[in-house]
């Protein structure tokens, strides 16, 4: 079946170190996002990927880093520069436009980061 | 700015009641629209969509919404919600030519036995 597989579920770690999200799609998708859900506030842009080698920063990517060097991989990295990493981290992606595209974002399950 | 406004953070029901979750959005162009619903430690499912066409969108669940350009509201329905209904619902929307979504803040739905 396709879809968005992000790893690992849940992950701990101590301040002042990184740590790296890993998401993964078999849906031949272009374009892949980063979103970060907080309690009350809904979801946040982080990073986004419209192509192989080529992102933007979203919102809120302060203290984030991602790469995009495969079609199906958009890693995210959570650095010790991140002020508050605590949260809920979704990744999507979705078909580019004009090419079939029917609109949405597709989800994956999430990470949920804690830091101790 | 664009935006997306659900005043609803959570909203109780009984059981087999009705229920309508509001959505208003803000933008100056034309929109494609958007419900999707999370249940605890999940991603989100889309739930159904509005790209153009008929204004009233229906999900294979019982959920059905509908466009309102002149009020710029897309409102979620259901007739007779259920207990596995319980999720949060995010409204979202998106526009032509761009990657960016604007998503709205979740209402949570909690329905009572």
């Known amino acids: 079946d396709g879809g968005i597989t992000q790893s690992p579920k849940y992950l701990f770690r101590k301040e002042g170190q990184n740590v790296t999200l890993s998401c993964e799609q078999n849906?031949?998708?272009?374009?892949m996002y980063w979103y970060r859900q907080d309690p009350g506030q809904g979801l946040r842009l982080i990073y986004y990927s419209q192509i192989v080698n080529d992102f933007q920063k979203g919102d809120i990517a302060e203290g984030y880093s991602v790469s995009r060097e495969k079609k199906e991989s958009f890693p995210l990295t959570v650095t010790s520069a991140q002020k508050n990493p605590t949260a809920f981290y979704l990744c999507?992606?979705?078909?580019?436009?004009?090419?079939?595209?029917?609109?949405?974002?597709?989800f994956g399950e999430g990470s949920r980061l804690t830091v101790l | 700015a664009q935006s997306v406004t659900q005043l609803d953070s959570q909203v109780p029901v009984f059981e087999e009641a009705p229920v309508e979750l509001r959505c208003n959005y803000s933008s100056s162009v034309s929109v494609y629209l958007f419900w999707y619903v999370q249940y605890p430690n999940q991603g989100l499912q889309l739930l159904l969509k509005?790209?153009?066409?008929?204004?009233l969108v229906e999900s294979i669940n019982g959920f059905e919404a509908e466009f309102n350009k002149s009020q710029t509201s897309f409102h979620l329905r259901k007739p007779s919600v259920h207990i596995s209904d319980t999720a949060e619902y995010f409204c979202?929307?998106?526009?032509?030519?761009?990657?960016?979504?604007?998503f709205g803040t979740g209402t949570r739905l909690k329905v009572l036995a």
């Open positions: 979202a929307f998106t526009t032509s030519g761009t990657y960016k979504y604007i």
């Open positions: 999507a992606s979705r078909f580019p436009s004009g090419s079939g595209n029917t609109g949405e974002l597709f």
């Open positions: 849906l031949n998708h272009d374009a």
């Open positions: 509005y790209l153009s066409g008929s204004t």
